[in-house]
T-cell receptor, first 111, second 114 residues
Framework: QQQVKQSPQSLIVQKGGISIINCAYENTAFDYFPWYQQFPGKGPALLIA?????SEKKEGRFTISFNKSAKQFSLHIMDSQPGDSATYFC??????????FGTGTRLTVIP | EPEVTQTPSHQVTQMGQEVILRCVPISNHLYFYWYRQILGQKVEFLVS????????KSEIFDDQFSVERPDGSNFTLKIRSTKLEDSAMYFCASSEMAANTEAFFGQGTRLTVV
């Protein structure tokens, strides 16, 4: 059973554009939704996270939008830069349990 | 900035051999995890560890896997009798608390079983 579904699989964006990655989940017990950024050969690094009591969280150029009723959340990267080129994973956690990761989105930002 | 460190960065082993992957979690963290990522696929949970015992494990974490905290700083994953399909990146992670807190990941150990 795929706990967290992520799309698209890959994304190409022009420098300065907006990158949008979407995730959906089924388990209503999930109460913590982080996004991880992974560069080749590196481990995932936490980018931004949200709890379901808010609908949006912004940190710099990165924004999470959360729709509890639709069980969806998305990552928006404003003013995308070539340095943002990486694989992005959404994830979800229920209480003290482990992280369930999405399948990842490979973002390429073209100069 | 504190970080999770993993050794070795790359391990090549023959099928059927035992391997031990090592991790040094962040010093004040209490919860430790192992995840794996098969090339090009998503990160998958293996096991979580707290207070010197396994708190949760996935279906992947079968009898060929074991974890240990042999001293106050190291956290190890042992794979007995490795199989070709065990080839993956193995990530160690740690967190200060269990729920709703950031899990810090190490850089991973690339395990290649030949």
């Amino acid at each position: 059973q795929q706990q967290v579904k992520q799309s698209p699989q890959s994304l190409i964006v022009q420098k300065g554009g907006i990158s949008i990655i979407n995730c959906a989940y089924e388990n209503t017990a999930f109460d913590y939704f982080p996004w991880y950024q992974q560069f080749p050969g590196k481990g995932p690094a936490l980018l931004i996270a949200i709890r379901p009591d808010v609908s949006e969280k912004k940190e710099g150029r990165f924004t999470i939008s959360f729709n509890k009723s639709a069980k969806q959340f998305s990552l928006h990267i404003m003013d995308s830069q070539p340095g943002d080129s990486a694989t992005y994973f959404c994830a979800a956690m229920a209480g003290a349990n482990n992280l369930f990761f999405g399948t990842g989105t490979r973002l390429t930002v073209i100069p | 900035e504190p970080e999770v460190t993993q050794t070795p960065s790359h391990q090549v082993t023959q099928m059927g051999q035992e391997v031990i992957l090592r991790c040094v979690p962040i010093s004040n963290h209490l919860y430790f995890y192992w995840y794996r990522q098969i090339l090009g696929q998503k990160v998958e949970f293996l096991v979580s560890f707290y207070n010197n015992e396994i708190s949760e494990k996935s279906e992947i974490f079968d009898d060929q896997f074991s974890v240990e905290r042999p001293d106050g700083s190291n956290f190890t994953l042992k794979i007995r009798s490795t199989k070709l399909e065990d080839s993956a990146m193995y990530f160690c992670a740690s967190s200060e608390m269990a729920a709703n807190t950031e899990a810090f990941f190490g850089q991973g150990t690339r395990l290649t079983v030949v």
